[in-house]
């Protein structure tokens, strides 16, 4: 049976933007490194000082912070394959689907910073899966701002191993079901790409009045989202579209749940028992989680499991995969459901 990673992570280094185009030269974000006679800032969590920062579009973000502690630099920045692979094979994973990790914040409201670092970004992923390519999937970071451009990006993201496009709770300063986000999702469905609506927050108003918090910030925008996609009709416009909610654990379906069987039950209907299912969506959970509850709600065949390599946060567990398998925390067949086919179809694999 093959294990695969639903969410592993690389962590962003100034090789990453390397790939700007010449003529963006001066939009390259830059590592700026404190002195340690400075006072010490603290990441937004206040979790451990902060000694370094990346400078994006003049805004500043912390750049160590979140990185665990058992995965090698070379291998979560990417600078060494051959490592990354090694320590795949000692957790037993096949495959890993990569996902950003300096993106998962706002980060600019500039439609030209953010197309010339998307596109740099999404040339480095091309680098990294052609060095593996049957092991190592992404998703591409769409420039958003840019709607125009969006296309050349996603094909060119396709036509190199990416399987999905990084989505957050919000984006744009707006819902997903906003209009603004059709040429999106058809494109989507016509490059079989799925949705991967990821824990963190494209809104730069939203991440200033939950700075401290993340899960407010990170999590629960992306909760929100799966309902209003849900309520306003969107997944059934789009029947192809496949749609991923990632790193938030699945504890959040049973409350969801219930909410919405009191609208359904105000309109005279019912919850569909398979209603993930219909609208193609796919749920990430955590070995944590209170599966023997979630899988009833969710159906065997909608939940996918990541480690969150290379973060050190709560839902960081890198032998996830391997205590999905041999931790008896549910049935083997849906275990092995959980780590293989669910992800295949969720990721087009």
């Known amino acids: 049976m093959s294990a695969i990673d639903a969410d592993a992570h690389v962590i962003e280094c100034e090789a990453t933007f390397d790939h700007l185009d010449p003529e963006y030269h001066d939009l390259k974000p830059r590592v700026m490194v404190q002195r340690t006679e400075d006072v010490v800032l603290m990441d937004n969590e206040g979790r451990q000082p902060q000694r370094e920062f990346w400078v994006i579009d003049g805004r500043v973000h912390p750049k160590e912070g979140n990185i665990g502690h058992n995965t090698s630099k070379e291998s979560r920045e990417m600078s060494s394959i051959a490592a990354r692979l090694r320590h795949m094979d000692a957790l037993e994973i096949d495959v890993q689907v990569l996902y950003p990790t300096v993106f998962l914040r706002a980060w600019t409201d500039d439609p030209t910073v953010e197309y010339a ?33 969006v296309g050349e990006e996603l094909r060119f993201a396709k036509e190199n191993g990416a399987v999905g496009v990084f989505l957050r709770g919000i984006e744009c300063e707006m819902q997903l079901n906003n209009p603004y986000f059709r040429r999106l999702y058809e494109l989507g469905e016509e490059l079989d790409l799925a949705m991967c609506l990821h824990s963190g927050n494209g809104s730069l108003t939203h991440h200033e009045i939950y700075k ?38 699945a504890e959040w379906l049973p409350y969801v749940w219930n909410d919405m069987e009191l609208r359904y039950r105000r309109k005279g209907k019912r919850v569909p028992e398979s209603l993930l299912a219909d609208n193609n969506f796919y749920i990430a959970c955590q070995v944590t989680d209170d599966l023997e509850r979630i899988l009833p709600l969710a159906g065997p065949g909608q939940l996918v499991i990541g480690t969150d390599y290379g973060h050190h946060d709560t839902s960081t567990e890198i032998k996830a995969l391997r205590l999905m398998r041999d931790g008896g925390r549910v049935a083997a067949a849906a275990a092995d459901r959980i780590l293989g086919d669910n992800a295949r179809a969720l990721y087009g694999l």
């Open 117 to 149: 670092i998307c596109k740099a970004y999404n040339r480095w992923m091309a680098s990294i899966w052609t060095a593996a390519p049957d092991r190592l999937r992404w998703v591409v970071m769409p420039p958003l701002l840019s709607m125009g451009k």
């Open 212 to 249: 401290g918090g993340g899960l407010a910030r990170g999590k629960l925008p992306v909760v929100a989202a799966f309902s209003e996609l849900l309520f306003s009709g969107l997944p059934a416009r789009f029947p192809k579209l496949r749609w991923g909610f990632i790193e938030v654990s």
